[in-house]
């Protein structure tokens, strides 16, 4: 169920970047960076997910990296 979600999203991303292309390139170099950067990282989490069979979520990995750092009873 998650996956057809997950390629529409990457089709969503493709036709921003047709539609935009002409925008982005006539913004500034910080805005276009800034809005090529968000659109990698979130295609990078996408090929994160769709391609591992196990997911590690970060929240539980910082978990344990906290729980090492905290004194705990």
């Given at each position: 169920?998650?996956?057809?979600?997950?390629?529409?999203?990457?089709?969503?991303?493709?036709?921003?970047?047709?539609?935009?292309?002409?925008?982005?390139?006539?913004?500034a170099s910080v805005n276009r960076w800034l809005s090529y950067?968000?659109?990698?990282?979130?295609?990078?989490?996408?090929?994160?997910?769709?391609?591992?069979?196990?997911?590690?979520?970060?929240?539980?990995?910082?978990?344990?990296?906290?729980?090492?750092?905290?004194?705990?009873?």
């Open positions: 169920m998650i996956k057809p979600l997950l390629y529409t999203y990457l089709a969503m991303v493709v036709v921003v970047l047709v539609m935009d292309f002409r925008h982005l390139k006539q913004a950067g968000i659109i990698v990282m979130a295609t990078g989490i996408w090929f994160y997910v769709t391609t591992l069979k196990k997911t590690v979520f970060l929240s539980v990995w910082m978990s344990h990296i906290i729980q090492r750092l905290l004194p705990l009873p």
